[in-house]
């Protein structure tokens, strides 16, 4: 017993060392005026790490990065520091987050060009896309820079509000971070646009990012912190100037002389791009013409007589099947139709690919209806009728994700492509018709979803289905085309599902040494989802290479990759399910 006694004492010792080196790096305090709390410094090593892997011609967006993560680290600290009333209503318990969300975005794509840039070295890829990327950076940049200035300038013009010198170096940073943006643009060439045409491009990303964070945070309040709402605006903003720009090339193909278009300004997607790009776009656009279509409704109902006020939510069903159904069908296929060229309706082409080979993407479809039936049954009666706290029951859905992607990402990854976007668009339709109480669904939709929330999701918003998939889906979206690391697919699958519900579990059960003496994250948990991740990815790599693909990741940054990652996980109070997978998967790019 005291042998025992004495080797349980001695683990315990080795753990409360393990803990004190850590936090010696990571320093973790109550009190949100630290100036380099856990959360940051795991950030500030992230971009360090991203900034020693940078080539000698991606020098200035390295010092683009580094100006906005000043801007953003510096505003921040106002914030956080600030006993002044909150310009926004945000979600409660939860930081600004304004540094993470600023800088998570641009470090992936300016990660993605480390990566395409090692390519184009091998002559494997084509100069365009490192173009195009390259522009994308620094419209996104743009973005962060310019929501950074107008929450500095808020904060600055509060009526209540001291000044803080943070808001003063943020200004400074985001004003040279600027020059720096505005001197790229006009020295480097982007698919054959003009500087002034490139330079207000980027000014309108950043505008409509200024105009967007504002209505999501006044539309959503308490759903989102502010470092929340900068990743999703930012990615929105994105998103729709990629399609934007697609529907203005190919109008200037049609209204320009053939001669003058050539195909090295061409912005090249795929069939299956177009179509998830069409469908998740068109349905974000789908709730501002729902809004004036049911009130229209509601007006003609009010006017009419009490008869027929009787039918008025039978009416609302009708006019929502009527209206989705002619933006899926007409409007969205013929987008899809004018910027690609599909031999056929999108969605037809979307059947033919499923039985090009039936017999395995139709076996994966019955396999994946097999598991979501049966699970969601499952876990939806355990969570009425059982004790089980919620965090344990959604970490199983997590281990879902794993039996259901990662087969797929394997053997059909085009596929699974596919099916990340109609899942993605059964999710908006599905919280389309909870908002809005569409008739029958939206009552037992919206019973449903609250058996799974946490703090982090409200009756307005709930985002925790949408981001475990957006999560998932992202490394692998971002993965098509050139790819060198065969790991980096695979970042939110392992990070999410087994590095964070491993962690989860493992420290619910075992955990002793927490991190801080406020939060829940402990020692054991964060330990276990970073064992977990190296084991999966020792038993991943031999797979992949006896499937043909070439490895080149070094067990180093590997490891590095891992760690960082695990401990954002431990020390962040922002959605892990949406920063820990692009940090994890912008570390395998490297």
């Not at 500087?195 to 990303?205: D, I, R, S």
């Amino acid at each position: 017993m005291r042998l025992e006694r004495r080797g349980r004492n001695r683990n315990v010792c080795v753990l409360w060392c393990m803990r004190d080196l850590v936090l010696s790096l990571f320093p973790r305090k109550s009190m949100t005026t630290s100036l380099l709390n856990g959360e940051r410094a795991v950030v500030v090593f992230f971009i360090c790490r991203i900034l020693y892997s940078l080539p000698l011609s991606l020098l200035l967006h390295g010092v683009a990065l580094s100006l906005l993560a000043l801007a953003s680290f510096f505003l921040e600290i106002s914030f956080d520091s600030s006993n002044s009333p909150p310009l926004f209503r945000t979600r409660p318990g939860a930081s600004s987050g304004i540094l993470l969300g600023a800088v998570t975005l641009p470090s992936l794509l300016l990660s993605k060009l480390v990566q395409l840039s090692r390519g184009f070295s091998l002559a494997q890829l084509q100069l365009q896309e490192i173009q195009y990327l390259t522009l994308q950076y620094w419209a996104t940049s743009a973005s962060a820079c310019s929501v950074i200035l107008f929450l500095a300038l808020a904060r600055r013009r509060a009526p209540s509000s001291p000044s803080h010198w943070g808001v003063v170096f943020s200004l400074c940073s985001v004003f040279f971070q600027a020059l720096v943006c505005v001197a790229a643009l006009a020295t480097t060439s982007q698919i054959g646009l003009h500087p002034a045409l490139k330079l207000t491009w980027v000014f309108c990303h950043g505008l409509v990012s200024v105009m967007l964070i504002q209505h999501f945070l006044r539309t959503f309040p308490s759903c989102a912190s502010i470092g929340e709402a900068f990743l999703v605006t930012s990615g929105i903003v994105l998103y729709f100037g990629d399609m934007l720009l697609l529907t203005i090339k190919k109008l200037h193909g049609l209204l320009v002389s053939s001669d003058l278009v050539t195909a090295e300004h061409e912005i090249s997607r795929s069939e299956i791009s177009i179509i998830i790009q069409g469908l998740v776009l068109g349905l974000l656009l789908y709730p501002i013409a729902l809004k004036y279509i049911l009130q229209i409704w509601e007006w003609s109902i009010n006017t009419a007589s009490t008869e027929a006020r009787r039918y008025c939510e039978i009416g609302r069903t009708l006019m929502f099947i009527a209206s989705l159904g002619f933006v899926l069908i007409v409007i969205v296929p013929s987008w899809m139709q004018f910027v690609q060229e599909f031999h056929m309706h999108p969605f037809l082409w979307v059947l033919s690919f499923v039985f090009s080979e039936p017999s395995k993407r139709l076996t994966l479809c019955i396999y994946w209806v097999s598991i979501i039936c049966v699970s969601v049954f499952r876990f939806y009666n355990i969570s009425k009728n059982s004790k089980m706290e919620r965090i344990l029951l959604r970490k199983y859905y997590h281990l879902m994700a794993v039996s259901m992607f990662l087969p797929a990402l394997i053997f059909q990854p085009k596929f699974l492509d596919l099916a990340f976007g109609a899942a993605m668009a059964i999710f908006l339709t599905l919280e389309i018709i909870r908002i809005w109480r569409i008739w029958p669904l939206g009552q037992p939709v919206n019973q449903f979803m609250n058996a799974f929330t946490d703090h982090r999701d409200s009756d307005l918003l709930i985002v925790s289905h949408f981001s475990l998939l957006l999560g998932c889906a992202l490394p692998i979206w971002m993965s098509t085309g050139y790819n060198d690391r065969p790991l980096a697919p695979f970042a939110g699958i392992l990070s999410l599902g087994i590095g964070d519900t491993m962690a989860s579990m493992v420290g619910h059960k075992y955990g002793v040494l927490r991190w801080s003496k406020t939060g829940k994250k402990t020692v054991e948990g964060t330990a276990a989802g970073i064992t977990s991740v190296l084991a999966a990815c020792s038993l991943l790599l031999p797979l992949l290479a006896s499937t043909g693909y070439i490895l080149t990741q070094h067990w180093f940054s590997l490891l590095l990759a891992v760690t960082v990652s695990g401990l954002l996980e431990a020390y962040t109070a922002q959605l892990d399910n949406a920063f820990i997978p692009l940090f994890f998967y912008s570390l395998l790019c490297l």
